[in-house]
């Protein structure tokens, strides 16, 4: 660690308590008709920004050398991948996994049942999240505003309009491509941690707007009675209720697996990698960084968007309480727990991060201690997750002969994004 | 011989130092040419203004790609003078080191082809056929250019002059009709150059590719090009043949005292 990075992160900590002076700092007291400074907040900004970039700088710096590490110790498959991809391992494991998914509900309480749908929406989430942070590589820290556009769009509809939930979930899933690309727009030419910083920024904006635009989203005290999906006009009891959310959930997720899997070994998943390895040279191979970033940030933001609107739906109250940084923080620690760039390695990480603290209830006081711990520990001796992203390989036939790609196998792990 | 690129009076300013200065250049269809010049001549900085890494001051970048119109293609994006047929290699290799090789070439193919999300996620017929097509003509490719023992390798795994050409390559599935090379040779044993020597030939020869390197292996440029030109502190002070560059008075006095290594 550098002096240089410390000046550096110095700078940036100036720099963004000057740009949040006038919202953080000066406050008018319209009562009393004074002007209240509050330095407390400015020493707050600061303290964050610095210890954010510092943080930042610092796992750049190790990860610099460990890179020169790895290329010398480079051919080994990962135990966990090899499994994965063994057939006489794989496909009975994925029978008995399809029929506990399938007899959860029934084997388990009501209680039970809603944990494991919450967990699924997390697994969705971070399935989109890690789109624009596993493979295309940008810092997103602001994920959750579009999980609450997704949300507010079901409740503001139905509310003045009265539409149901299966009208509203394509409609939240839009609305969330389009606030991606209206936050990417503006944050197209930054990277690492400007970018973090700023998407963060982003997302306390929109918590700010709900929880203050009382006449537009009825402020903190939030919208409540908002009707769960329906079923064909069939009344369910409580029971039957959480378990129906459940297996919508269930076919969201795949559905989830299903689009992320193709897009990533897609055109398109080729680019967003691409950006991500070498934005310098990505551009000069003639991919639009512009574009490419876009709909990295909008397809990413869709499922936010989805899920927000399933999460209306499944609490049938919401406020802006919901949508915090630290939802956002929850959702990275999934991508970055899980493996950047894995499907196998996000869902093991949201079922991680949400069950554990809802089985360990007697830790939940010290359930932040315990994420920053975790994080801390992965960046050191496992950045690349718990399972690492798979390249996908091809087989050609014969030296000279046409190209024929057979199947998929095992390749080595990709490693973790590189934002500077 | 019809010029397919001309290059003229550009200039590059950064703060106050001019690291191009009013240079005029020109290469011919069919040609390998050679950039020649001292460390810090500007002549990577040439590279980068010409692709649209970095915006020229001021001057010309004209491009007459075979068979279409010529068009002035300074401004524009690095991605955009890519998809108009020039594409280049990096001094310190650029690689997509977690991408397998056969998908860094296949990045190649990108703006030649056209599949959207929409296709990524139905994939029909129309997906597939591009799909495999893109990857038959990367692996044709990374046979040409003596890799497809490296397929499925990822790109950080190959040994040093296997990564110069793998760039190569990835430069070569854009379908250029000018490929800049900035020091392919640089980091490679004898037995390589010569290798590369031959392939870069190859290219010219049977891909009617045109060339223009930059190299500060001597043998490699006298042998290998057919104009060369010289610069010094951003500035042109010599352009001809190898035999004309080698007798220079000029040249000889730029190189006296500078190192020439590779
Ligand atoms: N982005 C930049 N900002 C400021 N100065 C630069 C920048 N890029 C290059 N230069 C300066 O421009 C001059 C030319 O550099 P350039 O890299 O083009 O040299 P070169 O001929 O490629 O040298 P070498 O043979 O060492 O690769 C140098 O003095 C360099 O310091
Ligand atoms: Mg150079």
Known sequence: MKIQDIKESFFIAAWFILLTFPIMVIQVNPIENIIEWRWWNLILVGAGSFMLSFVWRYLMNRKAGQKRKESEDAEDIPLTQRLLRNPRFFVPALIVLGVFVFAFPFLFSAYQINIMTTALIYVVLGLGLNIVVGLAGLLDLGYVAFYAVGAYSYALLNHHFGLGFWTVLPVGAFMGAMFGVLLGFPVLRLRGDYLAIVTLGFGEIIRLILENWNAFSFGPSGIANIPRPGFFGVDFSLEASSRYLYFLMIAMALFTIFVVNRLQNSRIGRAWIALREDEIACQAMGIDKTKTKLTAFALGATWAGMVGVMFAAKTTFINPASFTFLESAIILSIVVLGGMGSIVGVIIGALVLILLPEYLRAFSEYRMLLFGAIMVIMMVFRPQGIISGVRRTYQFKGKGDKAVKTRETVKQPAPTTDHS | ?262
């Open chain 2, 1 to 262: 011989m019809e010029p397919i690129l001309e290059v003229k009076d550009l200039t590059m300013d950064f703060g106050g130092l001019r690291a191009l200065d009013h240079l005029d250049l020109e290469i011919d269809r069919g040609e390998i040419a050679a950039l020649i010049g001292p460390n810090g001549a500007g002549k990577t900085t040439f590279f980068n203004c010409i692709t649209g890494i970095y915006i020229p001051t001021r001057g010309d970048v004209v491009i007459s790609p075979p068979g279409k119109k010529r068009e002035r293609i300074n401004g524009l994006k690095p991605n955009h003078v890519t998809e108009r047929g020039m594409a280049r290699t990096f001094q310190n290799i650029r690689l997509f080191p977690s991408m397998t090789v056969l998908e860094n070439v296949m990045i190649g193919r990108h703006c030649r082809t056209r599949s959207g999300i929409a296709g990524a996620v139905f994939r029909g017929p129309g997906t597939r056929e591009e799909e495999q097509a893109v990857v038959d003509k990367s692996y044709e490719i990374l046979e040409k250019m003596g890799l497809s023992r490296f397929v499925n390798e990822l790109a950080r795994n190959l040994p040093y002059g296997a990564q110069r050409r793998l760039e190569i390559a990835r430069a070569m599935a854009t379908e250029p009709f000018l490929i800049l090379l900035d020091e392919p040779a640089a980091g490679m044993n004898p037995q390589e150059t010569y290798e590369l020597d031959q392939l870069i030939l190859r290219i010219r020869d049977e891909e009617g590719i045109s060339l223009l390197l930059i190299e500060h292996d001597m043998q490699l440029v006298m042998s290998l090009s057919d104009r060369i030109f010289v610069m010094d502190y951003g500035k042109k002070i010599a352009q001809g043949t190898p035999e004309e560059i080698k007798n220079n008075p000029v040249v000889i006095k730029a190189y006296l005292g500078e190192e020439i290594d590779a």
